[in-house]
Every structure is written in structure tokens, then in C-alpha cells.
């Protein structure tokens, strides 16, 4: 799969979190985007750097999923994904 499939992928899936309302399967949804992110052929200090930021993102992920109807979780959340993928361009572009 190429870079920019990849990337499509996660934001697909990322779309299809904020879709979902079950909080099993939003948690299940989490880990896997967590899980694809880090398999991105990025340099170790841009992956590094991400994983860190990531924890923060699991963190008012978590949030978001006990109040789903928050929209201020989801605001949160949404400008999170946005910074990661911002990033994760950058990155792939390097690479």
C-alpha cells in the first residue's frame, strides 16, 4: 500500500470514528487508527514525536468516548486528529 493509501485509510477511519456511538466499538476504533499510525514508515524522531502526542490524544479520546454527545470533546478530538495527520504528512513527505 502505498503512502498516500495509507493515509486515506487512517483519514477514512477517522471518519468513521466520529460515526460511531457504541463506546466498545469507538475504543476498538481508537486503538486501531493508534495502531496504523505507528506502522507509517516514518523516521524514529517523527514517530517518536507523534507516539508522545498521541498519549495526550488517547487521553480526551477516552474523554470523548464516555460523553460522546460533548460537543466540546469532540472539538477536541477532531483538532487532535487534525494536528496528528498534519504531522503525519509532513513526515511521509520526508520519507
Known amino acids: 500500500m502505498k503512502k498516500s493509501e495509507k ?8 471518519a468513521d ?4 456511538t457504541e463506546p466498545a466499538a469507538l475504543t476498538e476504533m481508537r486503538n486501531k487508527i493508534y495502531k496504523e499510525i505507528l506502522k507509517l514508515p516514518m ?8 507516539e508522545n502526542e498521541m498519549y495526550l490524544w488517547n487521553y480526551n479520546c477516552d474523554a ?11 472539538t477536541v478530538v477532531t483538532s487532535y486528529f487534525k494536528a496528528m495527520l498534519k504531522k503525519i504528512n509532513i513526515s511521509l513527505l520526508g520519507n
Open 43 to 50: 523516521s524514529l524522531s517523527d514517530k517518536n514525536t507523534l
Open 17 to 20: 470514528f466520529f460515526k460511531m
Open 64 to 74: 470523548y468516548i464516555k460523553n460522546i454527545k460533548s460537543n466540546a470533546f469532540k
Open 7 to 14: 493515509k486515506e485509510q487512517i483519514e477514512k477511519m477517522i
